[in-house]
């Protein structure tokens, strides 16, 4: 039982981190669970400090409560800081200049290139496909699927380094030139960025061209 508890409490927080806010009756019908059942769930994730919900009056109707991750529920999900420490950064920048950040960075995305351009073969969705399963390895949480126009939608709710690359935005135009390089295609357009734009993803557009 206190297996199964934490599974679904576990899908409930991927479920908020996914869509960035949600309601009980939002939860209860994505999961097929009765509400009280869901209260009992976000009753100890409240408690554990994972998440805290805000009121939303509506124009007609009961207000209703929606809920979202805290900092430490956010620090719940995969991280991956290591080598990518904030500090060592700042004090980096401090003692060479933001230049000196760029070449890290650009050196890195080196590394990874290096490391993944024999997995990401074949055509273009394969290669989708592939790196879509390297990066749901590294923690960013990925989706992808075919839009109806051909082009590819490629959906990250997760990012590791997120405090990194919200002081750093060399950070995502290196994972960009990445995608690029790996796809074989320059058609990659970022159209939302969760580390410059508070939003709940970054969200890519890959042009079947």
């Keep these: 039982m206190g297996k199964q508890t934490r599974s679904t409490r576990q899908v409930i927080l991927s479920l908020i981190k996914r869509h960035k806010e949600r309601t009980v009756s939002d939860i209860a019908n994505e999961l097929g669970i009765t509400e009280m059942a869901v ?53 980096l920048e401090s003692l060479n200049g933001n230049q000196v950040i760029e070449e890290l960075f650009e050196k890195r995305r080196e590394r990874l290139e290096d490391k993944y351009k024999e997995i990401v073969q074949g055509s273009l969705e394969e290669r989708i496909a592939a790196l879509a399963k390297i990066q749901d390895e590294n923690g960013y949480m990925v989706e992808w699927e075919q839009a109806a126009d051909g082009d590819y939608r490629f959906i990250e709710y997760n990012c590791p380094i997120a405090k990194v690359a919200k002081d750093y935005h060399i950070a995502c135009s290196c994972e960009k030139k990445l995608f690029k390089n790996l796809l074989n295609t320059d058609h990659v357009v970022r159209e939302t960025c969760a580390a410059k734009d508070n939003h709940a993803a970054c969200v890519y557009t890959i042009k079947n061209a």
Excluded: V
Aim: proline letters at 4%; aromatic letters at 12%; a neutral charge.
């Design 39 to 91: 209260r009992r769930h976000l009753q100890g994730l409240e408690t554990e400090g994972l998440i805290q919900a805000r009121l939303e009056k509506q124009s007609m109707g009961r207000p209703s409560y929606k809920y979202y991750l805290t900092e430490s529920g956010e620090e719940s999900f995969p991280r991956n800081y290591g080598a990518l420490s904030l500090e060592f950064l700042k004090d």
